[in-house]
């Protein structure tokens, strides 16, 4: 059966957990403990080790996150995705994605976004993120775009 949403982005990944690989460049984010933007700010921070001048504001963090690329490629992995901004308006995990979106598009080294969750949850967090990117700018405004091996 054809998949009735369309492609992600090609730095974005949609999966169920998986045994963790040795990369040293490999960042867990607890998804339940980054409901808000406050939470999320504040979870990034501690999984990143964010500089003391992040202003916790979305421009800020795609400041912060461009510069962390320049040290090395980045795998950002988030558990429990479906719960990432749950408590926020939904234009706000549109916005987290543009951020991610334009980092990804305009970094030297790589970043790549993973969203875990149960396998009985990702049909609705796919929902959501096609709702989301449906219209979105993020990753560069072409959701079709993404290869193959974006799931």
Do not use: C, I, K
Request: charged share 20%; proline share 9%; net charge negative.
């Amino acid at each position: 059966m054809a998949d009735a949403y369309p492609p992600l982005p090609s730095w974005l990944r949609l999966e169920p957990p998986a045994p963790e690989p040795t990369e040293t460049a490999r960042v867990v984010l607890g998804g339940s403990t980054a409901r808000t933007r406050t939470a999320l700010y504040d979870a990034l921070d501690r999984a990143l080790d964010l500089p003391g001048h992040f202003g916790r504001n979305w421009d800020a963090l795609a400041d912060v996150l461009a510069d962390r690329l320049d040290a090395g490629p980045l795998t950002l992995v988030v558990a429990d995705a479906g719960e990432l901004l749950a408590d926020e308006p939904p234009a706000q995990f549109g916005t987290l994605l543009d951020v991610f979106g334009g980092v990804a598009a305009g970094a030297h080294r790589s970043l790549r976004v993973v969203l875990h969750d149960t396998p009985a949850r990702l049909p609705a967090l796919r929902a959501r993120l096609a709702a989301t990117l449906h219209g979105s700018t993020a990753g560069g405004g072409d959701v079709s775009s993404a290869g193959p091996g974006s799931r």
